[in-house]
C-alpha cells in the first residue's frame, strides 16, 4: 500500500532554508507515471500547490513562489525533497507531500513548519 | 493563473440532508476538475476527478457534474463523517489551483 511522510525541521528561522523530504514506500517513484508533488496549506487557510518532479528529474513550481523553490528526487531512497529559500513568516504551513497525476491521489499527513525566530 | 471561486463558504446542513457545493472557474477548464475532502486534522482526501468520476473507494452518494467553468459537488445523505471542508481544483492549466473551500458544518 502506498504511503508518503513527510520529514523534517518543524521550525525554521525567517531568512533560512526550508528543507523537507517525502519518503515513499510502497511503490517507486521511478515506475514512470506519475508526479511528486508538494502542497501547503497556512494556517486555517486553503490549499497552495508548490511544485512537482518527476523521476527522470523534470521540476515545475509555483510562479508565485519565484526562485525560491528547488525539488529533487532521490530514486535509490525512493524519496523527493523539497527546499524553500529565504523564508518568511508567511511561509508558515503544514506542507504535504503527494502522489500526483494532475490531480492528488495520494497524500502525506502533513508536517507544520513554523517560520519563527 | 485561473481562480477558481467556491460557493457558499460555508454550508449548514443536518445528518440525511442534501448538500450542493459550487466551484466557479475564471475560465473553462474543460472537465480537469477534481474535489477534495479534508476533514479536521487531516490530509485532503480525493473525492472526484474528471468532474464527475469518482475516486476508488469514494462512497457513492457523492457526485460531481459539471464542464466548463461551473461545476457541483452533490452529498445526496449526509454522513457525521462528512462534515468537513471541501476543496475543488483545475488542473488543465499551469498552474493547477485551488478554491478556497467549502465548509460543510452542522
Known amino acids: 500500500q502506498l504511503q508518503l511522510q513527510e520529514s523534517g525541521p518543524g521550525l525554521v528561522k525567517p531568512s533560512e532554508t526550508l528543507s523537507l523530504t517525502c519518503n515513499v514506500s510502497?511503490?517507486?517513484?521511478?515506475?514512470?507515471?506519475?508526479?511528486w508533488g508538494w502542497v501547503r496549506q497556512p494556517p486555517g487557510k486553503g490549499l497552495e500547490w508548490i511544485g512537482n518532479?518527476?523521476?527522470?528529474?523534470?521540476?515545475y513550481h509555483n510562479p508565485s513562489l519565484k526562485s525560491r523553490v528547488t525539488l529533487s528526487a532521490d530514486t535509490s531512497k525512493n524519496q523527493f525533497s523539497l527546499k524553500l529559500s529565504s523564508v518568511t513568516a508567511a511561509d508558515t504551513a503544514v506542507y504535504y507531500c503527494?502522489?500526483?497525476?494532475?490531480?492528488?491521489?495520494?497524500w502525506g499527513q502533513g508536517i507544520l513548519v513554523t517560520v519563527s525566530s | 493563473e485561473i481562480v477558481m471561486t467556491q460557493s457558499p463558504a460555508t454550508l449548514s446542513v443536518s445528518p440525511g440532508e442534501r448538500a450542493t457545493l459550487s466551484c466557479r472557474a475564471s475560465?473553462?477548464?474543460?472537465?480537469?476538475l477534481a474535489w477534495y475532502q479534508q476533514r479536521p486534522g487531516q490530509a485532503p482526501r480525493l473525492l472526484i476527478h474528471?468532474?464527475?468520476t469518482r475516486a476508488t473507494g469514494i462512497p457513492a452518494r457523492f457526485s460531481g457534474n459539471g464542464s466548463g467553468t461551473e461545476f457541483t459537488l452533490t452529498i445526496s445523505s449526509l454522513q457525521s463523517e462528512d462534515f468537513a471542508v471541501y476543496y475543488c481544483?483545475?488542473?488543465?492549466?499551469?498552474?493547477?489551483?485551488f478554491g478556497q473551500g467549502t465548509k460543510v458544518e452542522i
Open positions: 481544483q483545475q488542473y488543465n492549466n499551469w498552474p493547477q489551483t
Open positions: 475560465q473553462s477548464v474543460s472537465s480537469n
Open positions: 510502497g511503490v517507486s517513484i521511478s515506475s514512470g507515471s506519475f508526479y
Open positions: 503527494a502522489r500526483e497525476g494532475s490531480y492528488y491521489l495520494n
Open positions: 518532479i518527476f523521476y527522470s528529474g523534470s521540476t
Open positions: 474528471g468532474a464527475s
